[in-house]
């Protein structure tokens, strides 16, 4: 039994020395193995290096190469530019000489022209003398009878010049103004608003009379005093009048005693009451109506001041034109005109519009309309043609552009048409007088009449004493001084008529 246990540990020594002898050999083969591994791996990272070197080394030497080429080209340019700039200057030298030999040549020329200048005044100082003695005229003498007869001349020659001028102008004027009212009159036909001085209210019954007029008069002085309108009651049945010059406080007025007849209750508190509230109403339909307007014309938005004016426009008048009604018209008939002459359409309608704006402001204000409209356009920051177009349309300034010189014509046209405006006879025949007065003033004039309402002047002239040139410079003469003492609408027609009659008898 010992044997044996002896027997099997020698086994198992025997087998782990001989397990531990093969493990070594395994380990020190392995070693080798990854030995060998690692150095064929350095190898091909060598060799990698080496390849990785040499391409390096070749680019370089190539961007070398390149670097050099174009320094070379580089340098090569600079000395072609170098050449050229030796070539031009030389070229700028030779120039120089050329230009002074001119310069040179010059003063010789202007040297010899001086010399015969001299030369050629001695002669003429010798030859005027010589003109002298045989004249026996003074060299003033000559020269004042000269200058005589060559003014003489040219006075004819330049009064035919300016007849054939003016001719010229007034036939290509009258066609293209022609053509352009034409195109206004076709697209615009113009209402016609007579407004009164008097509202006429219709009363139920003439008891109301009484309830208007109160105990007293108390009644009717309360609404005199709160409308600042007079109001007349008379036998005439059924109706009372509102009378004013003011057109706005007249409507006012009107819409006030309307709802006080229509309520019954007439006293002074519930005058004030309604006159407020209608006043309010008022304020708001104004700028209700001038925002409709500027909708119409496709000019909203405008600034809200501007708006309400337009509106306010409604209730004033002028020569018996509402104030309103012209505007619009001067407004459509501006855009018409501008847009034949190449304006600004938009901005002639704006400029028409506004024109008379400063009317609204008038009658609670005073003074001129121009400087207050101007003054409120250049305060709601309109455009400056807008401006200039106030200013204009009166006289103030001249038109700027084609959008002011059409708001001026469209005025005149609008204001000046038959039936647009009344005026009083007085101021009418002084009109007329004075402008036949200015005619028959004129040397050589036998008659003078002013027909078609004031607006043409026909002039008849002694055809002994005027002739044709004459007549027409006369004719001009005539129209600036009538432009320059004159007031009046529209333009006026001068015309000269010079007649010849011969007359013989058969016997």
């Known amino acids: ?7 099997a540990v020698l086994s198992l020594l025997g087998g782990a020395g001989i397990g531990f002898a093969l493990g070594r050999l395994m380990s020190a083969r392995r070693f080798d193995y990854l030995k060998i591994e690692a150095e064929a791996k350095a190898r091909t990272i060598e060799q990698e290096a080496e390849r990785l070197l040499r391409d ?75 003109i002298e003695h045989l004249a026996s005229m003074t060299r003033e003498e000559a020269k004042q009878l000269l200058l005589k ?69 108390r009644n009717i002085k309360a609404l005199e005093q709160a409308l600042g309108v007079d109001i007349i009651i008379d036998e005439t049945p059924g109706v009372i009048v509102v009378s004013s010059f003011n057109l706005y406080r007249r ?8 709802l006080l007849v229509a309520d019954g209750r007439i006293h002074p508190g519930r005058i004030e009451e309604v006159h407020a509230k209608v006043e309010k109403e008022f304020e708001e339909k104004l700028y209700e109506e001038g925002e409709n307007v500027l909708i119409d014309l496709g000019l909203f938005p405008m ?54 704006i400063g ?33 204009a349309h009166h006289g103030h300034a001249e038109p700027d552009g084609v959008e002011s010189a059409a708001v001026c014509a469209a005025d005149a046209l609008s204001s000046a048409r038959p039936g647009a405006r009344r005026e009083v006879l007085e101021s009418f025949t002084r009109r007329v007088r004075e402008i036949e007065e200015i005619a028959k003033s004129e040397e050589g004039v036998v008659q003078a009449y002013a027909i078609n309402a004031g607006r043409e002047l026909r002039v008849f002239v002694d055809a002994g004493k005027i002739d044709d040139d004459r007549a027409a410079k006369m004719a001009h003469e005539i129209a600036r001084e009538i432009e320059e003492k004159v007031q009046y609408p529209g333009e006026i027609k001068v015309n000269v008529i010079r007649e010849t009659r011969t007359i013989d008898y058969a016997r």
Not at 166 to 190: C, D, F, H, P
Not at 334 to 353: F, I, P, S, Y
Not at 361 to 390: M, W, Y
């Open 1 to 7: 039994m010992e044997n044996t246990l002896l027997i």
């Open 56 to 130: 390096a080394e070749i680019q370089s030497r190539t961007r070398e190469l390149e670097q050099e080429k174009r320094f070379n080209e580089r340098l090569a340019e600079l000395e072609q530019r170098k050449r050229s700039l030796i070539a031009r200057e030389r070229e700028l030298e030779e120039e120089r000489e050329r230009l002074h030999q001119k310069e040179t040549q010059v003063d010789e020329i202007r040297t010899q022209l001086e010399r015969l200048e001299a030369k050629r005044r001695r002669q003429i100082e010798e030859d005027i003398r010589k």
């Open 359 to 391: 009317k609204a402001l008038t009658q609670d204000f005073g003074g001129s309309h121009v400087e207050l409209g101007a003054e409120l356009c250049r305060k709601c920051k309109e455009h400056p043609t807008v401006i200039n177009a106030i200013y």
């Open 251 to 258: 409507a006012i007025a009107t819409r006030v005693i309307e």
């Open 303 to 356: 600034h809200e001041e501007l708006v309400r004016m337009i509106g306010k426009l409604k209730y004033r008048a002028s020569y018996g034109q509402n104030a309103l009604a012209h505007s619009l018209e001067v407004a459509r008939l501006a855009r018409v005109m501008a847009a034949e002459m190449g304006g600004d359409e938009k901005l002639a309608m704006r400029a028409g519009l506004l024109h008379d």
């Open 149 to 217: 007869r060559v003014e003489e001349q040219c006075e004819a020659e330049l009064a035919a010049v300016v007849r054939k001028r003016v001719k010229l102008a007034e036939e290509e004027a009258q066609s293209r103004a022609n053509y352009i009212l034409a195109q206004a009159t076709t697209r615009y036909a113009g209402e016609f608003a007579g407004e009164r001085l008097i509202n006429t209210i219709t009363l139920p019954t003439d008891d109301h009379k009484g309830r208007i007029i109160g105990k007293e008069g």
